[in-house]
């Protein structure tokens, strides 16, 4: 584990224990159901909102509207706590350490599958976005290609290798080139299929970009 890793799990931790030694300090200090009702108003004030943002933010900073929610509604609990526990003096710090320092031995103590498990966040809103992208053009891909099986006469898949052996020598990209070899695939398929002693002069030739000239009957036959 590299030493950013342990400062930052550490750090996160005892900022834990010190915000649980505030807000346990908080609920002795406004009482159980004062405590309770604070946190039921802050909880429904900050969820909406923050499941508002989520929503229309680009890059969703957060997983769960509602983590947010009760991560403010606990600091909301945690600052008069803090305050009291401050006001202890010595007492009050030594119970903030002691928690501090309680949260990051749990914390070391789990294994580290878990944190490698929440580390892996939810993919912001546009990388989802171009998921679906790739999706809808694999589809249409595969529409292309199911089109080519096969209505086509063999004149139009000579026709059909040839642009594609143009699109290639004119750089196509990944995805291009993803449909690009199906495609071929399909018409090499049907060559052998409908002509296969025309198909193996031409692969005998070295297939050049013109396969009619083997595929295709001469004129007079």
Request: glycine share 10%.
């Amino acid at each position: 584990m590299r030493q950013s890793q342990v400062v930052r799990r550490v750090g996160t931790a005892a900022g834990l224990g010190a915000g649980t030694a505030g807000a346990l300090a908080g609920v002795l200090l406004l009482g159980p159901l004062a405590a309770s009702i604070l946190l039921v108003v802050v909880f429904a004030l900050v969820w909406p909102l923050a499941a508002v943002v989520r929503h229309v933010a680009e890059d969703a900073p957060y997983g769960s509207a509602v983590l947010v929610a009760a991560t403010a509604a606990g600091g909301v609990l945690c600052l008069p706590g803090m305050v009291r526990l401050l006001a202890w003096g010595a007492l009050g710090v030594t119970a903030a350490l002691v928690m501090a320092a309680l949260f990051v031995l749990i914390d070391f103590a789990v294994p580290d599958r878990w944190h490698r498990q929440q580390q892996r966040q939810r993919p912001s809103r546009r990388t989802r976005k171009l998921e679906r992208l790739t999706e809808t053009q694999l589809a249409e891909d595969e529409e292309l290609i199911a089109s080519l099986q096969c209505p086509l006469s063999i004149e139009e898949l000579c026709g059909v290798w040839s642009e594609t052996a143009t699109q290639l020598a004119e750089g196509a990209g990944p995805r291009d080139r993803q449909a690009v070899a199906e495609v071929r695939r399909i018409c090499l398929d049907e060559f052998e299929r409908r002509n296969p002693d025309g198909f193996h002069r031409w692969l005998d030739a070295g297939a050049p970009a013109n396969p009619g000239r083997y595929l295709l009957p001469t004129p007079g036959e």
